[in-house]
């Protein structure tokens, strides 16, 4: 005997208006945040000015205590002051400046990987979750009762395809080096030599 199975029919009606936007918690949290962020930073001498000039690997010449040194050797010195090479008070005011932002580099570094962090660990979790529910609706889906969820399935389904073809590594066209020759006459393959 064969069993009827219903469709779901739609009414044509006017499409439902968009819901406004909710604003989370974490939202607010990174806004606020992020404005103090930016506040702060424009307060730094330099720091809006035109870099597009500089050379993305930029690297220091000496360290910052080879600054240092050079500054005592100068001021100690009326004939390295003499030669004018060496602007002695930028030199102080770029230690300063070092000195007083790298602990705020680090702060910040060590934040953004914390938070990165945090929203890997709870993807991860929510992932878990997400699919025991897609297994769960496979086999729901599978009774004739449940056909509403099949477009469901489908599009979780088509989902972790698309996000699987674009994790997977491409294999080399090449022979392999090092593998087994097959043998003429259908023989044990043969190692090749090195």
């Known amino acids: 005997m064969r069993q009827r199975i219903p469709r779901q029919r739609t009414a044509l009606t006017e499409p439902a208006p968009a819901p406004a936007p909710v604003i989370t918690a974490y939202q607010k949290i990174a806004a606020q ?41 100068v001021d100690a010195s009326t004939e390295l002051q003499g030669v004018n090479q060496l602007d002695t008070n930028d030199c102080r005011d770029t230690l300063q400046f070092s000195q007083a932002f790298q602990p705020l580099i680090d702060q910040l570094l060590g934040v953004a990987r914390r938070v990165d962090l945090l929203i890997r660990v709870r ?58 020759i097959p043998a003429p006459g259908g023989g044990a393959p043969t190692q090749k030599a090195a």
Not at 43 to 66: C, E, H, N, T
């Open 33 to 73: 945040l992020t404005t103090a962020i930016a506040d702060t930073v424009a307060q730094i001498p330099g720091y809006k000015d035109d870099l597009s000039d500089i050379p993305r690997r930029i690297r220091r010449s000496v360290s910052a205590d080879f600054l240092g040194m050079t500054v005592a050797a």
């Open 123 to 180: 993807e991860a979790k929510a992932g878990r979750g997400a699919l025991g529910i897609y297994n769960i609706a496979q086999r729901v889906a599978s009774n004739p009762n449940n056909t509403h969820l099949a477009v469901h399935v489908e599009n979780l389904r088509a989902e972790l395809r698309r996000k699987r073809i674009g994790r997977q590594v491409k294999v080399p066209a090449g022979p392999v080096p090092n593998a087994p």
